[in-house]
């Protein structure tokens, strides 16, 4: 319920200091595209790359997610995070999405949210260490899409921090994603 509603505090007007509102229109119309991938960087939307990715790098500081193949980046996303702040996560329930090396476990099409790669935290090490102080690492950190029916959010989702400790692209970018990685794709997030 809370991220439905960060979700709902997403649509309310944008003061003149912050991004123009037209971008998120101008970026949903790239994604909507057949074949669209916006670049955030340039602000201009260009082809999507196909194939498979055999990286992922997450930079939480700069809500920024590049893949790689071969060792170059074949497409970035701006992402919306955990609601917990940009520390690393701690413990079940502190919002906050995990540092370190990790790999997508597993595929799940029938996630709550459109899509879902699941991050393969916490390592042995980061459970065994949450033990050892009483507590529960926690689990199920995923890279998702948006709400199941609230796909119409499109990227204005990424003007707020809004899931539990996962990471959350636009659903065109999510079904992107989830076709070009498989099961075992190293990633790795920083701060």
């Known amino acids: 319920m809370r991220s439905l509603l960060l979700l709902a505090f997403v649509m309310l007007p944008t003061s003149a200091s912050t991004a123009r509102p ?37 930079d939480k500081s700069e809500h920024w997610m590049a893949v790689y193949r071969e060792g170059k980046i074949i497409r970035e996303f701006r992402v919306a995070l955990g609601r917990g702040g940009l520390a690393p996560k701690v413990r079940q329930g502190d919002g906050r999405v995990p540092e370190g090396r990790y790999n997508i476990v597993a595929h799940n099409p ?9 991050i393969g935290y916490p390592t042995a090490l980061q459970a065994a260490e949450a033990a050892s102080r009483g507590i529960d ?19 204005r989702h990424q003007k707020v921090n809004w899931t539990q ?11 992107w994603l989830y076709a070009s ?10 701060a």
Request: net charge negative.
């Open 165 to 175: 400790g996962c990471i959350a692209l636009t659903n065109p970018e999510m079904q």
């Open 22 to 58: 037209a971008i998120y229109g101008e970026i949903d119309q790239c994604l909507a595209t057949p074949g669209g991938s916006w670049n955030y960087r340039t602000k201009i939307c260009e082809p999507t790359a196909s194939g498979p990715v055999d990286r992922i790098f997450v």
């Open 110 to 118: 029938e996630s709550a949210f459109y899509l879902s790669l699941k």
């Open 137 to 155: 690492a926690g689990d199920d950190i995923m890279i998702h899409g948006l709400p199941n029916g609230r796909g119409w959010i499109g990227s």
């Open 181 to 190: 990685v498989a099961d075992g794709t190293p990633i790795e997030i920083r």
